[in-house]
Nanobody
């Protein structure tokens, strides 16, 4: 059974930093692609960053530079570090794993962690 548990969100002032964690169980993050998404109030959920099985990473074009995705293989945990936070970063951040079976993709989501940035 796949389970993703996010933590690390909170209320921070603009310019601050946060590190979000996603503890995974039921899957091995080192052989799968893991991702972070976010959903701001009234907006669609959007991709923030991905980390692939070989450790390579990619980011949404509009978010490059302030976000860093990483993982700790021993802890089976994926991280998202956000620097120089802006009020526009206020959103619920979700960890994602997408499994493919016979060409059909199935998304698994955590419960999300709220990030609120005050100006």
């Amino acid at each position: 059974q796949v389970r993703l548990v996010e933590s690390g969100g909170g209320l921070v002032q603009a310019g601050g930093s946060l590190r979000l964690s996603c503890a995974a169980s039921g899957i091995n993050i080192t052989v799968n692609t893991m991702a972070w998404y976010r959903q701001a109030p009234g907006k669609q959920r959007e991709l923030v960053a991905r980390i692939v099985s070989d450790g390579s990473t990619n980011y949404a074009d509009s978010l490059k530079g302030r976000f860093t995705i990483s993982r700790d293989n021993a802890k089976n945990t994926v991280y998202l570090e956000i620097n120089t936070l802006e009020p526009e970063d206020t959103a619920v951040y979700y960890c994602n794993y997408r499994r493919y079976s016979y060409g059909v993709g199935y998304n698994y989501w955590g419960q999300g962690t709220q990030v609120t940035v005050s100006s």
